[in-house]
């Protein structure tokens, strides 16, 4: 693993651990996501371009793919029911679509942490300028959160199984406005009690192996 030093690489963003970033897809370009440092989760969102109301939806995906996982091929899905994403790379196989972002009730008032960074508003500032309000924040993705249920369908959330240099490509299916955190919890399992930094990048092609090497090293 190549040692992280600068905020921009020339193909690939670090997005510090415990803030959050914002970035913009064409159709058919690659959203890459890596997990720099291992068992970091990231809340990620996304909303269309064209229509700043159609937003990705945890809810829809689960309805569209009959699944509350996400898988190799599956397509992440619109409030509009229209596909905006499609997994096309995944070296870890397990992600979240069930827990809401943390936010400053959840520190205050469960944690006794008031003004603990979180990802609502790690999420919100990088969309500010599309015109929404903190409430109209979609529900993220918790990209590498290992967030099993068991038989008796009770949730849970512990430590991601993702190692440093693990990654998720996602092909963007219509023009989108993202925003990513590297979720701060620092407080309960869920990031290893550690906050580390995350990798975002926006190729025109799939990256290969070599190209993925490359973003991680500069």
Do not use: W
């Not at 937003?55 to 009959?66: G, K, Y």
């Amino acid at each position: 693993m190549c040692n992280q030093q600068t905020s921009v690489s020339p193909k690939g963003t670090v997005v510090p651990g415990g803030f959050g970033r914002g970035f913009e897809a064409k159709a058919g370009q690659h959203v890459t996501i890596v997990d720099l440092e291992g068992q970091q989760a990231g809340d990620f969102v996304a909303l269309s371009l064209a229509d700043h109301e159609e937003i990705l939806s945890p809810v829809h995906t689960r309805r569209h793919n009959r699944s509350i996982y996400l898988g190799l091929g599956d397509y992440l899905v619109s409030s509009e029911g229209r596909p905006m994403f499609q997994v096309v790379k995944d070296t870890v196989g397990i992600h979240d679509a069930n827990v809401p972002a943390c936010d400053p009730t959840r520190y205050a008032v469960d944690f006794g942490v008031p003004g603990h960074r979180n990802c609502l508003e790690n999420l919100y500032e990088p969309l500010a300028k599309y015109g929404i309000d903190i409430l109209q924040v979609p529900e993220p993705f918790n990209f590498f959160q290992n967030g099993p249920v068991s038989p008796d369908g009770r949730m849970g959330v512990t430590d991601p199984v993702s190692r440093a240099g693990d990654y998720l490509v996602l092909k963007a299916l219509m023009d989108v406005a993202c925003a990513l955190s590297p979720c701060p919890q620092d407080i309960i399992p869920g990031n290893g009690l550690v906050v580390t930094d995350m990798l975002y990048a926006v190729t025109d092609e799939a990256p290969t192996d070599a190209t993925l090497e490359m973003l991680q090293c500069h």
